[in-house]
């Protein structure tokens, strides 16, 4: 019954509850009047929540968030409200197919939806909005192993399946010298703000990447795809850089690292999203070394982040 949990989370946080709670304790009939909700129903749920250890307080009606359910909040640096937009909609609809997933090891998107979620997308506009705002908002976090590298020896740097271009601008706006080119598919880069010093350039990373890159960005990409098509994206970064020939290549990958151990780790829920969403999965060490060796990667380094870890590798030669 877990999801009764995550429902009342998304369906608390979709009505604002936590931003109206930002500044202070406040009534469930002005909170309920505040969001435009039903007062019984809200108290119901905030008592729920309120056990979950998100807030206190709803008996006395003076309703108060607790730091984890601070956040819910949009301001909280490292907002989880994001991640509540993420897992909402058809990301959770299509967790009704588990079962397929479960007996064909292939997502079960497509079998609830007709056809692949990125497919899925390009023909649901507003649903692709929710989905990249919902990502740009995650990237303050995921982006911080990035901003403590050296970017001296770097002029270029590619973003594959850049998104919106949050990572870039936020990467180019701490960088100067740098200057960016933003790839992900046509209708993506049509949609996404043109930053300064960046280049957008849409196509598919199953058919190439552009040239000219010194540093390569991989954020949250190879997770969504199955080893045999990691590894073709893999290969097609692998290509552009060897054509550009840049003496300072290297491969960033920012993505989850699954412990070997049996701890409770938000990889684990992850991993088993990607499946049920794309066919996809999360990593351990072990896996993701053998990915890009297979792939035509040395692994340099692996540093652990707030919420992703980076995987710094160089191109093998020919
Ligand atoms: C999980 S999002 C990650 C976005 C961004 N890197 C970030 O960290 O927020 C995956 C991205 O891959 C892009 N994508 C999916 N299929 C693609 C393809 N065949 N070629 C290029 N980009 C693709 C999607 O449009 C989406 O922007």
Do not use: N
């Not at 990035?146 to 960088?175: E, F, I, M, N, P």
């Amino acid at each position: 019954m877990g999801y009764i949990v995550s429902r009342s989370i998304m369906a608390i946080t979709e009505a604002g509850i936590p931003d109206l709670l930002h500044d202070g304790p406040r009534s469930v009939p002005d909170l309920a009047t505040a969001a435009g909700v039903d007062a019984d129903a809200l108290r119901r749920m905030l008592g729920l929540l309120e056990s979950e250890g998100l807030l206190t307080g709803v008996a006395p009606d003076r309703v108060e968030l607790t730091g984890r359910g601070r956040l819910l909040c949009s301001d909280t640096p490292g907002s989880l409200k994001h991640l509540c937009a993420l897992m909402d909609h058809e990301a959770y609809t299509c967790w009704s197919g588990a079962g397929h997933a479960l007996r064909t090891g292939g997502a079960a998107f497509d079998q609830v939806y007709g056809q692949p979620y990125f497919d899925w997308l390009a023909g649901h506009p507003d649903d692709a909005t929710r989905f990249h705002a919902a990502q740009a908002g995650l990237v303050e976090m995921r982006l911080l192993p990035l901003l403590a590298l050296d970017w001296s020896a770097t002029r270029t740097v590619v973003d594959v399946g850049a998104g919106d271009g949050v990572l870039l601008h936020t990467l180019l706006t701490a960088q100067p010298h740098l200057a960016g080119i933003g790839f992900d598919l046509p209708e993506v880069t049509a949609a996404a703000p043109v930053g300064e010093r960046t280049t957008r350039v849409g196509g598919s990373f199953f058919d190439g990447v552009p040239v000219g890159g010194d540093t390569y960005v991989l954020a949250q990409i190879l997770h969504d795809w199955p080893d045999v098509d990691a590894v073709r994206i893999l290969r097609r970064v692998r290509e552009a850089m060897l054509r550009t020939g840049s003496p300072a290549a290297r491969l960033l990958v920012l993505e989850q690292v699954v412990p070997d151990d049996t701890r409770p780790h938000p990889a684990r829920l992850l991993d088993l999203h990607m499946l049920v969403l794309l066919g996809g999965r999360e990593r351990t060490e072990r896996q993701w070394r053998e990915l890009l060796s297979r792939s035509g990667f040395r692994v340099e380094r692996i540093t652990a982040g707030a919420r992703s870890a980076l995987l710094e590798a160089v191109p093998e030669p020919d």
